[in-house]
């Protein structure tokens, strides 16, 4: 998924092509692992039958627009979409669509990697008997809400880092596959569980590496767990998920150095894990209410 546009194969030539006839003008490429998200604004298009390689989420950005669509050479059915509805199209099913006005919406695509380690420990069997069911025109408040917050954050400049988007890539893997997967054969515990002493072991690493790009594959790699499985006992015990709980660790970090060194404001954004000072400002504002330049002045 490093490519500057998602692309798909073409059905009829066997090429890969990009999913849509213009680039996107918000892409996520290279910010976050494991999810990609695209903003796209179109106009009148008839697609051409296309498979995807990742199963893949659109959300409704734009007006009220009636879309035709196949899937696999079916039959053509028309769904009226409107603003904040979800469409859920699985990998490797041909679909075809057209619509007749401008159109507006988010474009939500899964490293397959990503999505096979939250499926193998979600659901019982094997990955490859897991089957997505295509959806057109849903309501589903969990992919609105996650997906417009990626949207916000990737327009802010992405100040919270790649925790934040591979955290809501888990959280949206997790979604699909509990709602919308005709496999029911849901694990009901989690095997592994994080005890005090790892979690101790977590805390210490995230606070000896605040300048890092810290992820939650890695973090979960400490105490040899999934990143899936991480995420929900971290958030058990803690009350944060873990880009919550850096985000806050970084804050208060941050906060200290304003007030008690002088070190130039930018040097304070490399040590709490900013790539810029503009990021940091952006995220300090967010949960502070003010500039660090401001915050600094008032204390």
Not at 93 to 108: G, S
Not at 130 to 139: K, L, N
Not at 185 to 197: C, D, G, I, P, Y
Request: proline share 4%; aromatic share 8%; net charge positive.
């Amino acid at each position: 998924m490093k490519s500057e546009q998602l692309s798909a194969i073409h059905v009829v030539s066997g090429n890969l092509v990009p999913m849509s006839s213009k680039p996107p003008i918000l892409s996520s490429t290279n910010h976050w692992n494991g999810i990609v998200l695209e903003q796209h604004y179109l106009p009148a298009f008839e697609c051409p039958e296309l498979c995807l390689q990742q199963h893949s989420i659109n959300i409704w950005l734009g007006n009220s627009c009636q879309i035709d669509w196949r899937l696999a050479g079916g039959r053509l059915h028309s769904t009226q979409m409107r603003r904040g509805l979800v469409n859920v199209t699985p990998k490797g099913i041909p679909t075809q669509a057209r619509w007749h006005q401008e159109i507006k919406f988010l474009l939500v695509s899964f490293d397959s990697s990503l999505f096979k380690r939250v499926a193998d420990e979600l659901i019982i069997g094997s990955y490859r008997t897991i089957e997505i069911i295509p959806q057109r025109g849903v309501c589903d408040r969990q992919i609105l809400h996650l997906g417009m917050a990626l949207k916000a954050e990737l327009e802010a400049g992405c100040p919270s880092g790649k925790l934040y988007g591979e955290s809501v890539a888990i959280a949206l893997a997790a979604h699909l596959l509990k709602t919308y997967s005709g496999t029911r054969q849901l694990n009901s515990e989690f095997e592994v569980h994080l005890s005090k002493r790892q979690l101790r072991q977590v805390i210490d690493y995230i606070y000896d590496n605040l300048a890092l790009e810290l992820t939650v594959a890695e973090l979960a790699s400490l105490v040899n767990m999934s990143s899936y499985s991480f995420c929900r006992w971290f958030k058990r015990l803690m009350g944060l998920s873990p880009h919550q709980y850096v985000i806050q660790c970084r804050i208060e970090r941050a906060k200290f150095l304003l007030a008690y060194t002088q070190l130039p404001i930018i040097e304070i954004a490399l040590q709490v894990g900013c790539s810029s000072q503009s990021n940091f400002t952006t995220l300090f504002r967010k949960h502070i209410g003010i500039t660090p330049k401001a915050y600094r002045e008032m204390i």
